[in-house]
């Protein structure tokens, strides 16, 4: 999830907002990135987020990458795992998320 600031130094999330053209939830106008959280289901490793139901897709996610770049990168995945139909090896359950 991403973390907007204000001015005024209070801290939003990204459901604060929602834009009705693009049909997605935003920090609000008056917000810039601040930081992300990311759910404990979600890993990273070697600086890298990963798909949470296939775990082959990844995106650069380390502190080498910038706030802006993590805020696009943050958005593969989440569409990534709308798409994304693979097997849990631990459960053996079928995902499809189309």
């Known amino acids: ?7 005024a130094g209070l801290f939003r999330p990204e459901q604060h907002s929602y834009n009705d053209t ?3 939830y935003f920090i609000g ?3 810039t ?3 992300f959280w990311l759910p404990e289901d979600h890993e990273l490793e ?4 990963s798909c949470r139901i296939c775990k082959d897709f990844g995106v650069p996610f380390g502190t080498e ?6 805020g696009r990168n ?3 995945p989440r569409r990534h795992e709308l ?6 090896d631990n459960s053996n359950e079928v995902y499809d998320n189309g």
């Open 74 to 76: 943050l958005e593969k």
């Open 29 to 31: 106008s008056d917000a």
């Open 33 to 35: 990135l601040e930081t």
């Open 22 to 24: 693009t049909g997605s």
């Open 83 to 88: 798409a994304c139909t693979a097997v849990d």
């Open 1 to 7: 999830m991403k973390i907007g600031k204000t001015k």
């Open 65 to 70: 990458v910038d706030v802006k770049m993590k």
């Open 46 to 49: 070697d600086d890298i987020l």
